[in-house]
């Protein structure tokens, strides 16, 4: 299944200037910074409540008019609690990729890179071909201080190398995995691949194209690459 997104999300600003009033950059710093703006916008805040109850079992064939009721009822309850669902009181742990992926191989897909066909596959302008093509040539991963990573409203982040060791009382939401950030000359367009795995049939993994407008970087657009 393939889709893609046309969201816009506006994100703090993250400029410094020398004496000259020029742009100074610090890639470093702005991909921690993207990384942190970005967060919560990808991942989502539906995992801070209970799970959604599923549905009472489908009425038989030779179901009843009071099975109907009762089915009818039970229906009822159910969609009203999950339309008011409660606070998860558990910690909510997202393992996060302490390196910045390089994009993975599997993922790239050359052929909808032609400006011919770019247009009918991504929901951004001609001008980010270019980077993509220098996405998909990181081919080397990049550490990060998961500590820097900060803007992460209720979740709390750990290394994926606890995920096996964990205790207590926690819920896991997944794992979340970000690439190496690459930019255009100016340095107000970026791009990054993102993924998030929740289970082994649960996750998806896209491209995110971003701006930077008045020193405010925006999400213009995500491309889906693959859902589970």
């Known amino acids: 299944m393939t889709c893609f997104f046309h969201q816009t999300y506006c994100f703090g600003e993250s400029l410094n200037r ?3 009033n020029q742009p100074q950059i610090d890639i470093d710093s702005e991909e921690i910074e993207i990384i942190n703006l970005t967060f919560l916008a990808l991942i989502g805040t539906q995992w801070y409540y209970e799970p959604l ?3 009472p079992m ?3 064939d030779d179901a009843t008019k009071e099975d ?3 089915y009818q009822d039970e229906l009822r309850i159910i969609n009203q609690k999950n339309e008011n ?3 998860d009181t558990s910690r909510l742990i997202v ?3 302490d390196s910045l992926i390089a994009y993975p191989t599997s993922e790239r897909q050359t052929d909808i890179l ?3 066909n770019f247009a009918s596959n991504f929901p951004v302008d001609i001008s980010y071909i270019f980077l993509i093509k220098k996405l998909y040539s990181q081919a080397i991963s990049k550490s990060i201080d998961l500590r820097k990573i900060t803007e992460i409203g209720k979740y709390k982040i750990l290394p994926v190398s606890e995920i096996e060791t964990l205790e207590g009382n926690y819920k896991k939401i997944g794992v979340v995995r970000y690439s190496r950030i690459v930019f255009n000359e100016n340095r107000d367009k970026a791009c990054f691949y993102f993924d998030f795995l929740h289970g082994p049939l649960l996750g998806f993994g896209q491209i995110v194209f971003i701006e930077k407008n008045q020193g405010k970087w925006t999400i ?3 491309r889906e690459m693959w859902v589970a």
Do not use: T, V
């Open 18 to 20: 020398n004496i000259d």
């Open 220 to 222: 213009i657009g995500q």
């Open 114 to 116: 032609e400006p011919k």
């Open 95 to 97: 393992f996060f990729k």
């Open 68 to 70: 109907s009721i009762k």
């Open 58 to 60: 489908p009425l038989a």
């Open 53 to 55: 109850l599923p549905p």
């Open 85 to 87: 669902r409660k606070l």
